[in-house]
């Protein structure tokens, strides 16, 4: 019984850790940018805004702050992922391997929001200023990034949150029922060793759907874009099994509802 009450809680506190950075997430990348003054332009000429933006030792040195942040974060995320790691922290912590990794995200993308450095002096890539772009560009942004989240959650739900945050796994050793993973069947183990990031389309629509991109969000957007990219790698059989399991979660989340209305 002591084993539990050491484990429970601390899964507890990384799932809390990593929800509210979640929560803390959407507010940096929709929030803040939807509502404006993230950068100013530095003439009309994109192109002597940017020659210029090279020359700035300010600007030049935010953007290396924010680069090396977003590094770190990368470094971090897939480090962590690798077999030799996760083996050696299965090794030392057990069923807390995916709570470890999930904190420990959680942590890196703190760090990551916290230190973030804007470049308001920057050049912009593209803003909406004239009227009637002025107005509806961004309530069109606000309703994509609405919509990306509400996916990003649907889907989290879909592929069983409480695994992906590590509160499963401790939930079922508790009950001696072993590793989630072991019951799963060769289908969805060959699907989770393919993706790596399952609301990648959602969150580059978040990172690239603004109504000004300015210099460091346009550095957070390709640099997180690219990382995205290269951590996929699905196939027909996988999108076959997504489908498939996709029709089965909306089937069992309806059936109470037609049962009650009968």
């Given at each position: 019984?002591?084993?539990a009450?050491?484990?429970?809680p601390?899964?507890?506190?990384?799932?809390?850790?990593?929800?509210?950075?979640?929560?803390?997430?959407v507010?940096?990348t929709?929030l803040?940018?939807?509502?404006?003054?993230?950068?100013e332009?530095r003439g009309?000429d994109?192109?002597?805004g940017?020659?210029?933006?090279l020359?700035?030792p300010?600007?030049l040195?935010?953007?290396?702050?924010?680069l090396?942040?977003?590094?770190?974060f990368v470094?971090?995320h897939?480090?962590?992922?690798a077999?030799?790691v996760?083996?050696w922290?299965?090794?030392?912590?057990?069923?807390?391997?995916?709570?470890l990794?999930?904190?420990c995200?959680?942590?890196?993308?703190q760090?990551?929001?916290?230190y973030?450095?804007?470049v308001?002096?920057?050049?912009?890539?593209?803003?909406?200023?004239?009227?009637p772009?002025?107005?509806?560009?961004?309530l069109l942004?606000?309703?994509?990034?609405?919509?990306?989240?509400?996916?990003?959650?649907?889907?989290?739900?879909?592929?069983?949150?409480?695994?992906?945050?590590g509160?499963?796994q401790?939930?079922?050793h508790v009950?001696?029922?072993?590793?989630p993973?072991?019951?799963k069947s060769?289908?969805?183990?060959?699907?989770?060793s393919?993706?790596?990031?399952p609301?990648c389309?959602?969150?580059?629509?978040?990172?690239?759907g603004?109504?000004?991109l300015g210099?460091?969000?346009l550095?957070?957007?390709?640099?997180?874009?690219l990382?995205?990219?290269?951590a996929?790698?699905?196939?027909?059989q996988?999108l076959?099994?997504?489908r498939?399991?996709?029709?089965?979660?909306?089937y069992l989340?309806?059936r109470?509802?037609?049962?009650?209305?009968?």
């Amino acid at each position: 019984m002591a084993p539990a009450l050491l484990l429970v809680p601390t899964a507890l506190a990384s799932f809390i850790l990593a929800f509210g950075t979640g929560v803390e997430f959407v507010r940096f990348t929709s929030l803040r940018p939807l509502l404006g003054g993230v950068a100013e332009p530095r003439g009309p000429d994109m192109r002597q805004g940017w020659l210029a933006a090279l020359q700035d030792p300010s600007i030049l040195g935010s953007l290396a702050w924010d680069l090396g942040l977003l590094l770190l974060f990368v470094g971090q995320h897939s480090l962590m992922a690798a077999e030799r790691v996760k083996a050696w922290t299965t090794r030392y912590f057990g069923v807390l391997q995916r709570s470890l990794y999930v904190a420990c995200t959680a942590l890196a993308l703190q760090v990551v929001m916290r230190y973030w450095e804007p470049v308001p002096r920057g050049p912009v890539l593209w803003e909406a200023r004239v009227e009637p772009w002025a107005t509806w560009v961004p309530l069109l942004c606000f309703v994509l990034h609405v919509i990306s989240w509400l996916l990003i959650f649907s889907i989290l739900l879909v592929f069983d949150y409480a695994e992906l945050m590590g509160l499963k796994q401790v939930y079922y050793h508790v009950l001696g029922l072993g590793e989630p993973l072991a019951l799963k069947s060769p289908r969805a183990l060959r699907l989770f060793s393919h993706l790596r990031h399952p609301v990648c389309v959602e969150l580059l629509t978040v990172l690239w759907g603004v109504p000004t991109l300015g210099t460091d969000r346009l550095l957070l957007a390709l640099l997180l874009t690219l990382y995205l990219g290269l951590a996929h790698g699905l196939d027909q059989q996988d999108l076959l099994y997504l489908r498939s399991q996709l029709q089965r979660k909306l089937y069992l989340l309806s059936r109470p509802q037609e049962e009650g209305a009968e």
